[in-house]
């Protein structure tokens, strides 16, 4: 099984929304711009939003095993994908890759 290496790679915060919709929230997101987490394809990453986890982990899981080239070709490296939490007040997009 191969190890994944996750990249938060960019924070995107929707003021607007967030003054229009979003209650006061003490602390909604502390992930931090190339911050690494690693995973062994089953387990949460240590300080890993769960919002985060849920939005990824079949991408995980898929590449922990084998799985790439998803959606035929989206991403240049075959055995990554990038996606985004599910926060849409300010969603994160993560780099996720097989360790080689």
């Given at each position: 099984m191969n190890k994944?290496?996750?990249?938060?790679?960019k924070k995107i915060s929707h003021a607007d929304l967030i003054?229009?919709?979003?209650?006061?929230?003490?602390?909604?997101?502390d992930?931090?711009?190339r911050q690494i987490f690693i995973s062994d394809g089953w387990e949460k990453p240590?300080?890993?939003c769960q919002s985060a986890w849920e939005s990824m982990s079949s991408f995980v899981r898929g590449l922990s095993?084998?799985?790439?080239?998803?959606?035929?070709g989206w991403m240049k490296n075959k055995k990554a994908v990038m996606i985004s939490c599910n926060d849409g007040f300010r969603?994160?997009?993560?780099?996720?890759?097989?360790?080689?």
């Open positions: 994944i290496k996750i990249t938060v790679m003054e229009k919709y979003e209650n006061p929230l003490e602390n909604p997101c992930m931090e711009v240590e300080g890993l095993h084998g799985a790439e080239n998803f959606y035929n969603p994160v997009s993560f780099l996720i890759e097989v360790i080689d």
